[in-house]
T-cell receptor, first 108, second 121 residues
Framework: AQRVTQPEKLLSVFKGAPVELKCNYS??????LFWYVQYSRQRLQLLLR??SRESIKGFTADLNKGETSFHLKKPFAQEEDSAMYYC??????????FGTGTRLQVFP | EAGVAQSPRYKIIEKRQSVAFWCNPI?????LYWYQQILGQGPKLLIQ????????DSQLPKDRFSAERLKGVDSTLKIQPAKLEDSAVYLC???????????????????FGAGSRLTVL
């Protein structure tokens, strides 16, 4: 069965601290993984996708097939990073399955 | 480009009443999705259309929920009769991807609407 697990509901850090939002997945095929973000009073939007291998707003995520993980990392958190972060997995029918989300709070 | 439009933004109804939500995707996007997001949970896919055909509706409660995408553009999602547990935000999303062409740039990248918040009393 396809599943995305985000074990932390809330992650609180101070500005300038490193951040790692955890994501583990279960999928029998070759996965395509994404991170979506929802800032306060804004729409859910794509942050990054693993096949792009890019850094967006200082965030990176590496797909680890051995550990079936796709953790989101940023070395120095900013207050404007405070948001809900959803890890998502795409199946071969373009069906996007979301995790339950992690709320990141960055304190000044 | 214009985004995904949804209406109404908010709706309050009593249980056993009916409600309909409307979605206008980004022009030219072949694939349209309806997600249900209950408070504290991640979005759950209800139904996925490619053009005017259904790709996946395995998690749509078909005894009360229905959706259509006539002419492969706009879509409506209906709930009849509503239950208390249907209280949620209903998100519409679209993508330019075509099923079976996952390697195409833009495939699987969803653009979401603002959502329609339903409260069932």
């Amino acid at each position: 069965a396809q599943r995305v697990t985000q074990p932390e509901k809330l992650l609180s850090v101070f500005k300038g601290a490193p951040v790692e939002l955890k994501c583990n997945y279960s999928y029998s095929g070759s996965p395509e993984l994404f991170w979506y973000v929802q800032y306060s009073r804004q729409r859910l939007q794509l942050l990054l996708r693993h096949i792009s291998r890019e850094s967006i707003k200082g965030f990176t995520a590496d797909l680890n097939k051995g550990e079936t993980s796709f953790h989101l990392k940023k070395p120095f958190a900013q207050e404007e990073d405070s948001a809900m972060y959803y890890c998502a997995l795409s199946s071969n029918t373009d069906k996007l399955i979301f995790g339950t989300g992690t709320r990141l709070q960055v304190f000044p | 480009e214009a985004g995904v439009a949804q209406s109404p933004r908010y709706k309050i109804i009593e249980k056993r009443q009916s409600v309909a939500f409307w979605c206008n995707p980004i022009s030219g996007h072949a694939t349209l999705y309806w997600y249900q997001q209950i408070l504290g949970q991640g979005p759950k896919l209800l139904i996925q259309f490619q053009n005017n055909g259904v790709v996946d509706d395995s998690q749509l409660p078909k005894d009360r929920f229905s959706a259509e995408r006539l002419k492969g553009v706009d879509s409506t999602l209906k709930i009849q009769p509503a239950k208390l547990e249907d209280s949620a935000v209903y998100l519409c999303a679209s993508s330019s991807g075509q099923w079976g062409l996952a390697g195409v740039s833009g495939a699987n990248v969803l653009t979401f609407g603002a959502g329609s918040r339903l409260t069932v009393l």
